[in-house]
């Protein structure tokens, strides 16, 4: 059994009396956000800078680009579109967050946030104080590390979106985008060939650098294929092999 280390105490925790049910210790997504490798002392100390639970109605904005940052984000439930407009002011989206991701991780360097996150449905995230987390850090290395993880990520993602859009073409650039979704709900504990769209068509040919109509079509190319079953918001993924090659 894993012995939590001992904080230093030059900089002793003050740790608040948990009183809400909505915490670290029973949220049954711990294991996807910065806390999942914490115990004990740890994961206390980690639970009393949080913000749990916060509730993002359709359509709300978490943050807006240009907002002064002060908090980064763990999505508890719910998803997310990340945009920026354009220098012709045309909205661009830059990604979608599903429960697990972090997000707003963007903002650290200019102490603005440089993008906008929009729910796309009923969302609860968990907020972060971006200033506490760094000093919780200094005394918890792990959260340095889970920290330098998620930047990593995020840094990988740009980077295979930026392949994506420049060398596949638009009915591969669609599979893609459902096996990356299909890959990040199963390492959530979730189905891997059946999950719900949240985002609308258009902002799927937004993202993929396609028409609205264009993505209906390539849909419907992909059922007919079967390759995949839509089902309104809901898709099947009915040859994982099959489109895995296809995307390819």
Known sequence: MRTAPVISQKKPLVLPTIHSQKNCHNCSKVNACFAHSLVGQELDAFNSIIKHSIKLNRSEYLYQAGDKFNSIYVIRSGSLKTLIDDEEGREQILGFSIQGDVVALDGAASNVYPTTAQALETTYVCEIPFARYIELAAEIPELYKQL?????????????????????????????LLLNLSKRYAARGFSKNKFNLNMSRRDIGNYLSAAMETVSRLFSRLQAKGLIKVHGKLIEIKDHDGLEKYAA
Do not use: P, V
């Open 148 to 176: 330098l993880t998620q930047m990593s990520h995020q840094i990988r993602h740009e980077e295979e979106h930026t392949l994506l859009i420049g060398t596949k073409s638009a009915e591969q650039r669609l599979a893609t």
